[in-house]
Each structure stands twice: as structure tokens, then as C-alpha cells.
């Protein structure tokens, strides 16, 4: 007779086999299970936060499971490049937003300028640090 394998009782059969090697693991070492449970999933926790930093582009290892790296080369330029593009779109507040960060602001085009000069030196901590002040700013209106 054959036996009905559906993938939610697999992920079940999965999450219960995770658990008893949690458990032997921490009655083997004589932690607490919370404790193996953290350093079992703790490098992804690192892996993810590293990933989303935007101005680290180095592979990561984990170790015994690979190296994870960005594949396109161009992905960062074209991060920021789209970033650009959104301070461009919202100039008005660009502008206020670089000139309450000490950024010498005459009109638009001088934070055009500014920002184009970044992009084009790949000065991306000067874009990210802009970035972050624009979202900060949207995020309370």
C-alpha cells in the first residue's frame, strides 16, 4: 500500500526531526534548547542582515552549508541608481532634507549635481546616507 506523503505532513515530519536533534544536541552538551535553537539558526539571522546591508557587497560563508554572493555586479550601482532617481523625483523635499544635513543648496540643480557627482564617484555612503534621512522623513509624514 502506498504511503500519502503530502508536503504539509513532510514539513511536519521535517519541523518534528529539527526538533529531536535540538533536543539531543542540547541533553548532549547540556544546554538549555533554546540556547542550540539559537546557535542552529543564528547564522541565518547574520547571513540575512549582511545581505541587507546595502553598502556590503562581500560573499558570506556559512559555514558547512556554502558562500552566498551577489551575482550581477551592477546590482549595486543600479540600487542606487534608483535611489537617485527617487530623490530626483521628489526634489522638494531632497532639498530641504540636504540642507538640514549641511549640504550647501542653492536651488534643484545643485542637489542634481550633488547627487549625480555621488553616483558618479560611486560614493555610495554620501546616496545612503541621504537615503536613509529621506525615509526617515517620509516614514513621519
Known amino acids: 500500500m502506498a504511503k500519502n506523503h ?4 513532510k514539513k511536519e515530519n521535517k519541523a518534528i526531526h529539527q526538533d529531536r536533534l535540538i533536543r539531543k544536541l542540547a ?3 547540556g544546554k538549555d534548547e533554546r540556547i542550540i535553537r539559537e546557535i542552529v539558526y543564528s547564522p541565518f ?4 542582515r549582511i545581505i541587507s546591508d546595502p553598502l556590503d557587497m562581500r560573499p558570506i560563508r556559512v559555514r558547512y552549508f556554502g558562500v552566498f554572493a551577489l551575482k550581477h555586479k551592477n546590482a549595486k550601482d543600479n540600487l542606487f541608481k534608483d535611489r ?3 530623490l530626483k ?8 532634507i540636504m540642507a538640514a544635513m549641511g549640504y550647501l543648496i542653492k536651488d534643484a540643480a545643485s542637489v542634481n549635481r550633488i547627487l549625480d557627482e555621488a553616483l558618479e564617484i ?4 554620501k546616496i ?4 536613509e534621512e529621506y525615509k526617515s522623513v517620509s516614514k513621519k509624514v
Not at 122 to 125: N, R
Open 27 to 29: 541533553k548532549k552538551y
Open 6 to 9: 503530502s508536503p504539509q505532513m
Open 122 to 125: 560611486k560614493d555610495y555612503e
Open 89 to 96: 523625483g521628489d526634489i522638494t523635499k531632497t532639498i530641504i
Open 84 to 86: 537617485v532617481k527617487k
Open 45 to 48: 539571522k547574520f547571513a540575512n
Open 128 to 131: 545612503q546616507t541621504i537615503w
